[in-house]
Protein backbone atom coordinates (compact mmCIF):
# COMPACT_ATOMS: atom_id res chain seq x y z
CA UNK A 1 0.00 0.00 0.00
CA UNK A 2 0.94 3.50 -1.30
CA UNK A 3 0.69 6.51 1.01
CA UNK A 4 1.38 10.41 0.50
CA UNK A 5 4.66 12.31 0.69
CA UNK A 6 2.72 14.23 3.54
CA UNK A 7 1.48 11.38 4.80
CA UNK A 8 5.24 9.79 4.60
CA UNK A 9 6.48 13.10 6.39
CA UNK A 10 3.69 12.54 9.56
CA UNK A 11 5.44 9.29 10.04
CA UNK A 12 9.17 10.75 10.15
CA UNK A 13 7.91 13.38 12.30
CA UNK A 14 6.75 10.52 14.65
CA UNK A 15 10.39 9.32 14.71
CA UNK A 16 11.83 12.33 14.83
CA UNK A 17 13.49 12.68 11.46
CA UNK A 18 13.72 16.03 10.76
CA UNK A 19 11.65 17.25 7.74
CA UNK A 20 10.34 20.77 6.35
CA UNK A 21 7.54 22.54 8.07
CA UNK A 22 4.41 22.16 6.43
CA UNK A 23 0.82 20.95 5.84
CA UNK A 24 -1.25 19.21 3.55
CA UNK A 25 -4.33 21.44 1.64
CA UNK A 26 -7.59 20.10 0.14
CA UNK A 27 -8.40 23.82 -1.47
CA UNK A 28 -6.65 26.96 -3.04
CA UNK A 29 -7.86 28.87 0.28
CA UNK A 30 -6.54 25.87 2.42
CA UNK A 31 -2.68 26.52 0.79
CA UNK A 32 -2.63 30.17 0.96
CA UNK A 33 -3.86 29.72 4.76
CA UNK A 34 -0.96 27.70 5.42
CA UNK A 35 1.60 29.43 3.51
CA UNK A 36 0.62 32.87 5.92
CA UNK A 37 1.16 30.24 8.80
CA UNK A 38 4.38 29.55 7.42
CA UNK A 39 5.24 33.11 7.19
CA UNK A 40 8.25 31.68 4.86
CA UNK A 41 10.27 33.78 1.91
CA UNK A 42 9.85 30.54 -0.31
CA UNK A 43 7.20 28.33 -0.20
CA UNK A 44 6.89 24.93 -2.04
CA UNK A 45 3.72 23.51 -3.45
CA UNK A 46 3.63 20.08 -4.22
CA UNK A 47 1.20 18.36 -5.84
CA UNK A 48 -0.22 15.07 -3.89
CA UNK A 49 -0.33 11.53 -5.99
CA UNK A 50 1.05 8.16 -5.69
CA UNK A 51 3.51 8.24 -8.30
CA UNK A 52 7.03 9.84 -8.61
CA UNK A 53 8.17 12.38 -11.20
CA UNK A 54 6.42 14.87 -9.96
CA UNK A 55 8.67 17.69 -10.43
CA UNK A 56 9.56 16.86 -14.20
CA UNK A 57 5.87 16.57 -14.82
CA UNK A 58 5.01 20.07 -13.39
CA UNK A 59 3.80 18.98 -9.99
CA UNK A 60 6.20 20.67 -8.13
CA UNK A 61 5.96 24.41 -7.85
CA UNK A 62 8.33 27.27 -6.07
CA UNK A 63 6.08 29.97 -4.57
CA UNK A 64 7.57 33.83 -3.50
CA UNK A 65 4.74 35.62 -2.57
CA UNK A 66 1.43 34.79 -0.87
CA UNK A 67 0.18 35.67 -4.59
CA UNK A 68 1.80 32.58 -6.37
CA UNK A 69 1.01 30.27 -3.88
CA UNK A 70 -2.39 31.18 -5.12
CA UNK A 71 -1.85 30.63 -8.45
CA UNK A 72 -0.11 27.29 -8.46
CA UNK A 73 -2.83 26.21 -6.05
CA UNK A 74 -5.41 27.08 -8.22
CA UNK A 75 -3.61 25.76 -11.58
CA UNK A 76 -2.64 22.12 -9.67
CA UNK A 77 -5.66 21.37 -7.93
CA UNK A 78 -7.91 19.29 -10.31
CA UNK A 79 -5.14 19.44 -12.78
CA UNK A 80 -4.63 15.50 -14.35
CA UNK A 81 -1.05 14.96 -13.35
CA UNK A 82 0.71 12.42 -16.17
CA UNK A 83 4.67 11.14 -15.07
CA UNK A 84 6.69 8.25 -15.95
CA UNK A 85 5.29 6.58 -13.19
CA UNK A 86 1.78 6.84 -13.74
CA UNK A 87 -0.28 5.28 -16.37
CA UNK A 88 -0.92 7.19 -19.57
CA UNK A 89 -4.83 8.88 -18.54
CA UNK A 90 -2.20 10.32 -15.59
CA UNK A 91 -3.76 10.50 -11.78
CA UNK A 92 -6.07 13.67 -10.89
CA UNK A 93 -3.92 16.60 -7.93
CA UNK A 94 -6.70 16.10 -5.09
CA UNK A 95 -4.68 17.19 -2.53
CA UNK A 96 -1.40 19.09 -2.33
CA UNK A 97 1.45 19.97 0.30
CA UNK A 98 2.26 23.30 0.87
CA UNK A 99 5.61 23.72 3.32
CA UNK A 100 8.93 25.88 3.75
CA UNK A 101 11.34 26.50 1.75
CA UNK A 102 14.72 24.72 2.27
CA UNK A 103 18.44 26.35 1.84
CA UNK A 104 19.91 23.32 0.02
CA UNK A 105 23.33 22.95 0.09
CA UNK A 106 23.49 19.30 -1.26
CA UNK A 107 21.30 16.55 -2.20
CA UNK A 108 21.05 12.71 -1.53
CA UNK A 109 19.21 9.50 -1.51
CA UNK A 110 18.97 7.28 0.87
CA UNK A 111 16.76 4.46 0.52
CA UNK A 112 15.49 1.30 2.85
CA UNK A 113 14.24 -1.84 0.58
CA UNK A 114 14.08 -5.26 1.03
CA UNK A 115 16.47 -7.54 -0.79
CA UNK A 116 14.86 -10.38 -1.92
CA UNK A 117 17.82 -12.17 -2.66
CA UNK A 118 19.30 -12.51 0.80
CA UNK A 119 15.93 -11.71 2.56
CA UNK A 120 17.51 -8.69 4.55
CA UNK A 121 16.51 -4.90 4.52
CA UNK A 122 19.29 -3.22 2.96
CA UNK A 123 20.00 0.29 3.22
CA UNK A 124 20.98 1.85 -0.13
CA UNK A 125 22.19 5.78 -0.63
CA UNK A 126 24.00 7.72 -3.15
CA UNK A 127 25.28 11.34 -3.90
CA UNK A 128 22.94 11.55 -6.82
CA UNK A 129 20.15 12.82 -5.50
CA UNK A 130 17.30 14.68 -6.97
CA UNK A 131 17.72 11.89 -9.87
CA UNK A 132 15.86 8.92 -10.70
CA UNK A 133 17.40 6.37 -8.85
CA UNK A 134 17.22 3.77 -11.41
CA UNK A 135 19.10 5.99 -13.70
CA UNK A 136 21.62 5.72 -11.56
CA UNK A 137 21.64 2.52 -10.91
CA UNK A 138 21.64 1.63 -14.74
CA UNK A 139 24.06 4.08 -15.91
CA UNK A 140 26.08 4.71 -12.85
CA UNK A 141 25.84 1.75 -10.52
CA UNK A 142 28.87 2.36 -8.34
CA UNK A 143 27.51 5.86 -7.26
CA UNK A 144 25.33 3.41 -5.04
CA UNK A 145 26.08 2.68 -1.31
CA UNK A 146 24.47 -1.16 0.13
CA UNK A 147 24.32 -1.81 3.64
CA UNK A 148 23.19 -5.10 4.18
CA UNK A 149 21.09 -5.17 7.47
CA UNK A 150 21.05 -8.21 9.86
CA UNK A 151 17.97 -8.92 11.62
CA UNK A 152 19.20 -9.75 14.61
CA UNK A 153 21.50 -7.13 15.61
CA UNK A 154 19.44 -4.40 13.69
CA UNK A 155 21.43 -1.34 11.62
CA UNK A 156 24.40 -0.68 13.62
CA UNK A 157 26.44 2.83 14.31
CA UNK A 158 29.18 1.34 12.38
CA UNK A 159 27.29 0.16 9.33
CA UNK A 160 25.90 4.02 9.75
CA UNK A 161 28.66 5.53 9.97
CA UNK A 162 31.15 3.96 7.24
CA UNK A 163 27.36 4.53 4.69
CA UNK A 164 28.27 8.55 6.12
CA UNK A 165 31.81 8.69 5.23
CA UNK A 166 31.03 7.14 1.71
CA UNK A 167 28.52 10.00 0.84
CA UNK A 168 31.06 12.47 1.52
CA UNK A 169 29.93 13.76 4.96
CA UNK A 170 31.38 16.17 7.56
CA UNK A 171 31.77 15.35 10.93
CA UNK A 172 28.67 17.37 11.94
CA UNK A 173 27.01 15.28 9.39
CA UNK A 174 27.75 11.60 10.02
CA UNK A 175 26.55 12.22 13.84
CA UNK A 176 23.24 13.41 12.51
CA UNK A 177 23.43 10.87 9.61
CA UNK A 178 24.39 7.57 11.99
CA UNK A 179 21.07 8.49 14.55
CA UNK A 180 19.27 9.32 11.28
CA UNK A 181 19.53 6.05 9.29
CA UNK A 182 18.85 4.01 12.97
CA UNK A 183 15.29 6.01 13.38
CA UNK A 184 14.28 5.63 9.73
CA UNK A 185 15.28 1.22 10.04
CA UNK A 186 13.35 1.48 13.42
CA UNK A 187 10.49 2.98 11.27
CA UNK A 188 10.76 0.81 8.44
CA UNK A 189 10.22 -2.67 10.88
CA UNK A 190 7.62 -0.99 12.82
CA UNK A 191 5.33 -0.03 10.31
CA UNK A 192 6.07 -2.91 8.31
CA UNK A 193 7.23 -1.03 5.47
CA UNK A 194 8.41 -2.71 2.15
CA UNK A 195 10.17 0.10 1.11
CA UNK A 196 11.10 3.75 2.86
CA UNK A 197 12.93 6.38 -0.18
CA UNK A 198 13.82 9.73 0.31
CA UNK A 199 14.89 11.46 -2.82
CA UNK A 200 16.48 13.81 -1.96
CA UNK A 201 17.51 14.29 1.67
CA UNK A 202 19.28 17.46 1.84
CA UNK A 203 22.23 18.88 4.05
CA UNK A 204 21.69 22.83 4.21
CA UNK A 205 24.21 25.52 4.52
CA UNK A 206 24.17 25.19 8.13
CA UNK A 207 25.10 21.39 7.95
CA UNK A 208 21.58 19.98 9.27
CA UNK A 209 20.22 16.83 7.10
CA UNK A 210 16.33 17.02 6.31
CA UNK A 211 14.60 14.94 4.34
CA UNK A 212 12.59 16.65 1.52
CA UNK A 213 10.82 13.89 0.50
CA UNK A 214 9.31 10.85 1.40
CA UNK A 215 8.00 7.68 -0.37
CA UNK A 216 7.10 4.83 1.59
CA UNK A 217 5.33 1.19 0.73
CA UNK A 218 3.88 -1.13 2.92
CA UNK A 219 3.12 -4.92 3.49
CA UNK A 220 -0.79 -5.76 2.46
CA UNK A 221 -0.80 -8.45 4.03
CA UNK A 222 0.56 -7.12 7.83
CA UNK A 223 -2.05 -4.18 7.41
CA UNK A 224 -4.26 -6.43 9.94
CA UNK A 225 -1.89 -4.84 12.54
CA UNK A 226 -1.03 -1.49 11.75
CA UNK A 227 -4.27 0.96 12.37
CA UNK A 228 -2.65 4.24 11.66
CA UNK A 229 -0.93 3.25 8.34
CA UNK A 230 -4.28 1.70 7.39
CA UNK A 231 -5.79 5.24 8.08
CA UNK A 232 -3.69 6.47 5.49
CA UNK A 233 -5.17 4.59 2.60
CA UNK A 234 -6.28 6.86 -0.50
CA UNK A 235 -8.79 5.00 -2.25
CA UNK A 236 -9.34 7.58 -4.87
CA UNK A 237 -5.39 6.51 -5.79
CA UNK A 238 -6.23 3.10 -6.57
CA UNK A 239 -7.73 1.33 -9.86
CA UNK A 240 -11.22 0.35 -8.74
CA UNK A 241 -10.89 -2.31 -9.78
CA UNK A 242 -8.35 -3.73 -7.80
CA UNK A 243 -10.25 -2.52 -4.82
CA UNK A 244 -13.48 -4.08 -5.84
CA UNK A 245 -11.48 -7.54 -6.30
CA UNK A 246 -10.22 -7.27 -2.69
CA UNK A 247 -13.50 -6.78 -1.18
CA UNK A 248 -13.92 -10.55 -2.72
CA UNK A 249 -10.10 -11.65 -1.11
CA UNK A 250 -9.28 -12.05 -5.01
CA UNK A 251 -6.12 -10.81 -6.71
CA UNK A 252 -6.40 -8.20 -9.70
CA UNK A 253 -3.71 -7.13 -11.57
CA UNK A 254 -4.37 -4.19 -14.90
CA UNK A 255 -2.11 -4.27 -17.57
CA UNK A 256 -2.73 -2.66 -21.22
CA UNK A 257 -3.42 -5.66 -23.57
CA UNK A 258 -6.81 -6.64 -24.60
CA UNK A 259 -6.82 -10.52 -22.71
CA UNK A 260 -8.47 -11.03 -19.86
CA UNK A 261 -7.35 -13.92 -17.80
CA UNK A 262 -8.52 -15.59 -15.05
CA UNK A 263 -6.01 -18.02 -13.13
CA UNK A 264 -5.82 -19.17 -9.83
CA UNK A 265 -2.05 -18.79 -8.32
CA UNK A 266 0.78 -16.33 -9.35
CA UNK A 267 2.29 -18.63 -10.81
CA UNK A 268 0.08 -19.96 -13.23
CA UNK A 269 -1.07 -16.90 -13.24
CA UNK A 270 2.56 -15.70 -14.71
CA UNK A 271 2.74 -18.93 -17.15
CA UNK A 272 -0.77 -17.98 -18.99
CA UNK A 273 0.53 -14.34 -19.66
CA UNK A 274 3.90 -15.35 -20.97
CA UNK A 275 1.99 -18.18 -23.19
CA UNK A 276 -0.73 -15.56 -24.55
CA UNK A 277 2.32 -13.24 -25.30
CA UNK A 278 4.41 -15.97 -26.74
CA UNK A 279 1.41 -16.71 -29.36
CA UNK A 280 1.32 -12.73 -30.54
CA UNK A 281 -1.20 -11.73 -28.01
CA UNK A 282 -1.43 -9.52 -25.12
CA UNK A 283 -2.86 -9.91 -21.61
CA UNK A 284 -5.05 -6.77 -20.60
CA UNK A 285 -5.09 -8.07 -16.71
CA UNK A 286 -4.70 -11.24 -14.22
CA UNK A 287 -7.46 -11.86 -11.34
CA UNK A 288 -5.78 -14.92 -9.16
CA UNK A 289 -8.89 -16.07 -7.44
CA UNK A 290 -6.50 -18.28 -5.50
CA UNK A 291 -7.30 -21.54 -4.19
CA UNK A 292 -9.96 -21.13 -1.83
CA UNK A 293 -12.50 -19.09 -4.03
CA UNK A 294 -16.41 -19.81 -3.67
CA UNK A 295 -18.75 -19.76 -6.59
CA UNK A 296 -20.07 -16.79 -5.70
CA UNK A 297 -16.49 -15.18 -5.80
CA UNK A 298 -15.75 -16.65 -8.75
CA UNK A 299 -18.77 -15.26 -10.34
CA UNK A 300 -17.62 -11.45 -9.52
CA UNK A 301 -14.38 -11.89 -10.48
CA UNK A 302 -15.71 -12.93 -14.36
CA UNK A 303 -17.27 -9.37 -14.18
CA UNK A 304 -14.63 -7.93 -12.59
CA UNK A 305 -12.86 -8.65 -15.90
CA UNK A 306 -15.58 -7.76 -17.71
CA UNK A 307 -16.02 -4.45 -16.69
CA UNK A 308 -12.31 -3.92 -18.22
CA UNK A 309 -13.51 -2.10 -21.40
CA UNK A 310 -10.42 -3.07 -23.31
CA UNK A 311 -10.74 -6.83 -22.74
CA UNK A 312 -11.81 -8.38 -26.21
CA UNK A 313 -11.41 -11.90 -24.80
CA UNK A 314 -11.17 -14.06 -21.86
CA UNK A 315 -9.05 -16.73 -20.71
CA UNK A 316 -10.15 -18.80 -18.03
CA UNK A 317 -6.85 -21.27 -17.16
CA UNK A 318 -7.67 -23.17 -14.23
CA UNK A 319 -5.50 -25.88 -12.87
CA UNK A 320 -7.32 -27.90 -9.87
CA UNK A 321 -5.88 -28.23 -6.66
CA UNK A 322 -7.25 -26.58 -3.89
CA UNK A 323 -9.62 -24.84 -6.32
CA UNK A 324 -11.84 -27.48 -7.58
CA UNK A 325 -12.85 -27.42 -11.26
CA UNK A 326 -16.77 -27.30 -10.74
CA UNK A 327 -16.95 -24.42 -8.49
CA UNK A 328 -15.11 -22.52 -11.05
CA UNK A 329 -17.25 -23.92 -14.37
CA UNK A 330 -20.10 -23.14 -11.31
CA UNK A 331 -19.07 -18.94 -10.93
CA UNK A 332 -18.95 -18.66 -14.83
CA UNK A 333 -21.99 -19.82 -15.48
CA UNK A 334 -23.78 -17.53 -12.73
CA UNK A 335 -22.17 -14.42 -14.20
CA UNK A 336 -22.98 -15.57 -17.91
CA UNK A 337 -26.29 -15.68 -16.44
CA UNK A 338 -26.37 -11.96 -14.94
CA UNK A 339 -24.03 -10.39 -17.47
CA UNK A 340 -24.09 -10.11 -21.42
CA UNK A 341 -21.47 -11.74 -22.79
CA UNK A 342 -20.40 -9.92 -25.67
CA UNK A 343 -16.70 -11.27 -26.01
CA UNK A 344 -14.95 -15.18 -26.71
CA UNK A 345 -14.59 -17.23 -23.87
CA UNK A 346 -12.00 -20.01 -23.35
CA UNK A 347 -11.68 -21.89 -21.06
CA UNK A 348 -8.88 -24.50 -20.07
CA UNK A 349 -9.71 -26.76 -16.85
CA UNK A 350 -7.82 -29.42 -15.39
CA UNK A 351 -7.22 -30.89 -12.40
CA UNK A 352 -9.81 -31.82 -9.16
CA UNK A 353 -13.51 -32.19 -10.16
CA UNK A 354 -12.09 -31.76 -13.82
CA UNK A 355 -14.80 -33.64 -15.74
CA UNK A 356 -17.88 -32.53 -13.37
CA UNK A 357 -16.83 -28.90 -14.07
CA UNK A 358 -16.53 -29.53 -17.67
CA UNK A 359 -20.55 -31.36 -17.76
CA UNK A 360 -21.90 -27.86 -16.13
CA UNK A 361 -20.54 -25.84 -18.76
CA UNK A 362 -21.41 -28.42 -21.54
CA UNK A 363 -24.84 -28.27 -19.94
CA UNK A 364 -25.36 -24.50 -19.62
CA UNK A 365 -26.31 -21.74 -22.62
CA UNK A 366 -22.55 -20.48 -21.75
CA UNK A 367 -20.92 -19.78 -25.11
CA UNK A 368 -17.86 -21.42 -24.19
CA UNK A 369 -14.40 -22.37 -26.33
CA UNK A 370 -13.06 -25.47 -24.81
CA UNK A 371 -9.17 -25.99 -24.25
CA UNK A 372 -7.48 -29.33 -23.66
CA UNK A 373 -4.39 -27.86 -22.46
CA UNK A 374 -2.79 -24.24 -21.37
CA UNK A 375 -0.70 -24.59 -24.79
CA UNK A 376 -4.43 -25.08 -26.82
CA UNK A 377 -5.93 -22.64 -24.37
CA UNK A 378 -3.53 -20.02 -25.50
CA UNK A 379 -3.28 -20.32 -29.20
CA UNK A 380 -7.42 -20.23 -29.40
CA UNK A 381 -7.86 -16.94 -27.29
CA UNK A 382 -5.12 -15.40 -29.20
CA UNK A 383 -6.98 -16.59 -32.44
CA UNK A 384 -10.14 -15.49 -31.54
CA UNK A 385 -9.35 -11.97 -30.15
CA UNK A 386 -7.42 -11.63 -33.37
CA UNK A 387 -10.84 -12.37 -35.18
CA UNK A 388 -13.03 -9.87 -33.13
CA UNK A 389 -10.57 -7.17 -33.63
Do not use: W
Request: with cysteine.
Amino acid sequence: MNIHEYQGKELFRTYEIPVPRGHVAFSIDEAVSIAKELDSGVVVVKAQIHAGGRGKAGGVKIANSIDEVRTYAKELLGKTLVTHQTAEEGQVIQRLLVEEGVDIQKEYYVGFVLNRDTGRVSLMASTEGGMDIEEVAENTPEKILYEEIDPLVGLTAFQGRRMAFGLGLGKKGVKQAVELFQKLYKLYQDSDASIIEINPFIITSEEKLIALDAKLNFDDNALYRQERIRGYRDESEEDPKELEAGKYDLSYIALEGNIGCMVNGAGLAMATMDIIKHYGGSPANFLDVGGSATTENVSNAFKILLSDKNVKGVFVNIFGGIMKCDVIAAGIVEALETIEMNVPLVVRLEGTNVEKGREILENSSAKVISAVSMDDGAKKIVEVTKQGC
